[in-house]
């Protein structure tokens, strides 16, 4: 079974600030993969950045990078030059051989102006 | 690329009829398409996994009589709640899967919201 863990229900940076939000995970399969994904007030789901559990390299997409620690199972987000847009529920998501995304509980996270 | 749109956004039924929920990738081609149920300030929870030309795959504790998925094509699937109670009021999500490169990423509609009085 897998699954993915989100301690931080709530956290709050200034607007131009760097954020780290925490995930870990557990699974039992090789190959997997590895997503971020922002839910703001719309209720849109978005995707962020993903990884691939075999690509050593960390992920980056403009101002969002993660932190990839495959021995720790840890799979962190780090956004950098906070937005008042980023302001939204984040997930963090692994997917393995089904296919099927597991999710963990979501950080909310505010942008203070 | 990679829109996928869900009709309606927003839906008010009386109890005891059904509602036909649609989901459609507008750019990409979906073998499979997931259903997702999400309560207010709660994760995701998948219902089914819905693949083009078979039977859906329902997760456990969900009726497959009361929800009802069809995937006739590559791009559209629907969900169609059947006699609906108030306590199926929530927020259904649809994703659709493209695969980008060695992996598949799961792209999401924007939501309905049902209200069953």
């Known amino acids: 079974a897998q699954t993915v863990t989100q301690s931080q229900p709530e956290m709050s940076v200034q607007e131009a600030e760097t954020v780290t939000l925490s995930c870990t995970y557990d699974?039992?399969?090789?190959?997997?993969?590895l997503f971020w994904y922002k839910q703001p007030p719309s209720r849109q789901m978005i995707l962020v950045i993903r990884?691939?559990?075999?690509?050593?390299q960390n992920a980056t997409e403009n101002r969002f990078s993660v932190n990839f620690q495959k021995a720790a199972k840890s799979f962190s987000l780090k956004i950098s030059d906070s937005q008042l847009g980023d302001t939204a529920m984040y997930f963090c998501?692994?997917?393995?051989?089904?296919?099927?995304?597991?999710f963990g509980s979501g950080t909310q996270l505010t942008v203070l102006p | 690329g990679a829109v996928v749109s869900q009709h309606p956004s927003w839906v008010i039924c009386k109890s005891g009829t059904s509602v036909k929920i649609e989901c459609r990738s507008l750019?990409?081609?979906?073998?499979?398409m997931f259903w997702y149920r999400q309560f207010p300030k709660q994760s995701l929870m998948l219902m089914a996994t819905?693949?083009?030309?078979?039977?859906?795959?329902?997760e456990q504790g969900v009726e497959k009589d009361k929800f009802l998925i069809n995937h006739a094509s590559l791009t559209l699937s629907t969900l169609t709640v059947t006699s609906a109670h108030p306590e199926d009021s929530s927020f259904y999500i649809c994703?659709?899967?493209?695969?980008?490169?060695?992996?598949?990423?799961?792209?999401f509609g924007p939501g309905t919201r049902l209200l069953v009085l």
């Open positions: 994703s659709a899967s493209r695969p980008d490169g060695n992996q598949e990423t799961q792209y």
């Open positions: 699974t039992s399969e090789n190959n997997y993969y």
């Open positions: 990884q691939e559990a075999y690509k050593q």
């Open positions: 998501a692994q997917s393995g051989s089904a296919r099927q995304l597991t």
């Open positions: 750019d990409f081609q979906a073998t499979t």
């Open positions: 819905s693949n083009e030309g078979s039977k859906a795959t329902y």
